[in-house]
């Protein structure tokens, strides 16, 4: 059993930043591939970035491809998600994600969630 708390969001400008993090309690937080997804009101929930179990391995959205950057401490259990050049259209909330297997930007695959964080970003 994984559980994953988020915190860090809040409200930016246009063109800013934020930071948020995502604590995992666990010994094998190691093992999980982690991923961030968000969910803006009225649509589905969409992949953001995923990183693999070592760190190596990043992917992205395309839509966030050069702007945000995921990265991950397996010794503090916690996976970031840092937001540059935000843009209004990021403006959702934020679920932090583990999956027990591999990489997948499907909602389905992954076994563990947060309970989001929300991220507004106003022109």
């Known amino acids: 059993q994984v559980q994953l708390v988020e915190s860090g969001g809040g409200s930016a400008q246009a063109g800013g930043s934020l930071r948020v993090s995502c604590a995992a309690s666990?010994?094998?937080?190691?093992?999980?591939?982690m991923a961030w997804f968000r969910q803006a009101p009225g649509k589905e929930r969409e992949f953001v970035a995923a990183?693999?179990?070592?760190?190596?391995?990043?992917y992205y959205a395309d839509s966030v491809k050069g702007r945000f950057t995921i990265s991950r401490d397996n010794a503090k259990n916690t996976v970031y998600l840092q937001m540059n050049s935000l843009k209004p259209e990021d403006t959702a909330v934020y679920y932090c994600?583990?999956?027990?297997?591999?990489?997948?930007?499907?909602?389905?695959?992954?076994?563990?969630w947060g309970q989001g964080t929300q991220v507004t970003v106003s022109s």
């Open positions: 990183i693999g179990w070592s760190g190596g391995r990043k």
């Open positions: 666990g010994r094998t937080f190691s093992s999980y591939v």
């Open positions: 994600a583990a999956a027990s297997s591999y990489y997948s930007n499907r909602v389905s695959d992954y076994d563990y």
